[in-house]
């Protein structure tokens, strides 16, 4: 059983920096894509950020691009969001989320993937 376990959100204002961290448990941590996603109060939840399983390639929606950094450690089985410059549109629950095949690209993880539990990041001042 897949499981990923967010941590790091807060309160923050704008300006500020965050890092989110997801750790994954229950399979092979390497072969598979991983990706953030976020759904603020009221609306949809969209993709952020994707990483392939590689780490060769990433994607980022532009809203977050040069602001927003994914990264991963395979050998702590763990997926990163370096998030600067924070503004008050990036207040959400940001969720993260692994790519159920294996070997997908950055963007394979934007659809039907498994998620974690969430957690808020809140921007304001």
Excluded at 15 to 40: E, K, N, P, T
Excluded at 62 to 76: E, H, L, M, P
Excluded at 78 to 91: A, F, G, K
Excluded at 97 to 108: E, L, M, N, V
Aim: net charge neutral; hydrophobic share 35%.
């Amino acid at each position: 059983q897949v499981q990923l376990v967010e941590s790091g959100g807060g309160a923050m204002q704008p300006g500020d920096s965050l890092r989110l961290s997801c750790i994954v448990s229950g399979r092979a941590f390497d072969w598979y894509a991983m990706g953030w996603h976020r759904q603020a109060p009221g609306k949809a939840r969209e993709f952020v950020a994707g990483i392939s399983w590689s780490g060769t390639s990433t994607y980022y929606r532009d809203s977050v691009k040069g602001r927003f950094t994914i990264s991963r450690d395979n050998a702590k089985n763990t997926v990163y969001l370096q998030m600067n410059s924070l503004l008050p549109e990036d207040t959400a629950v940001y969720y993260c989320a692994a790519d159920q095949t294996r070997f997908g690209s950055a963007h394979d993880v934007a659809v039907n993937p498994y998620w974690g539990q969430g957690t808020q990041v809140s921007v304001s001042s």
